[in-house]
């Protein structure tokens, strides 16, 4: 690799480290970038979908003091319904089934872009070595 000197007034600029980035390698750096930036949304989803289950966990909990005759209010779309605790519980039950499965299928697709940027990184480590930075500044 060859040395680059650049002089400005008093101050002389030296690059040892001179890399050469191929297509190849700016398309690996985009897709790092891109899972990088989808693997973020997902962090913010998953913790939506894990504030949800909480709530419907908590909902399942305080509706056990409900009275079997009293009329529950549910939210279905953006309408609420009544229906009698039994119905409710069952509701309330297929909600939490839902929504671990969504919580499942984000930790899933987290896990296989998780798994794709460890190859990339892998890869533009080996060819850039300390000229190229992908961790997180989390």
Request: hydrophobic share 40%; with cysteine; glycine share 2%.
């Amino acid at each position: 690799m060859a040395a680059k000197v650049a002089s400005t007034a008093n101050k002389v600029f030296q690059n040892h480290d001179d890399v050469h980035i191929s297509f190849e390698d700016q398309l690996r750096i985009n897709r790092f970038a891109k899972h990088n930036a989808r693997l973020d949304d997902l962090k913010v989803e998953l913790d939506v979908k894990k504030n949800e289950l909480k709530c419907v966990e908590e909902a399942l909990d305080e509706i056990e003091l409900f009275d079997e005759d009293e009329d529950i209010p549910f939210l279905v779309g953006e309408v609420f319904l009544s229906h009698k605790l039994g119905k409710t519980q069952e509701l309330l039950a297929e909600t939490k089934d839902m929504v671990i499965k969504e919580i499942a299928n984000i930790e899933a697709k987290a896990k296989a872009i998780k798994v794709e940027m460890d190859d990339l990184k892998a890869h533009l480590y080996q060819r850039f070595g300390s000229n190229i930075s992908l961790e997180n500044d989390d």
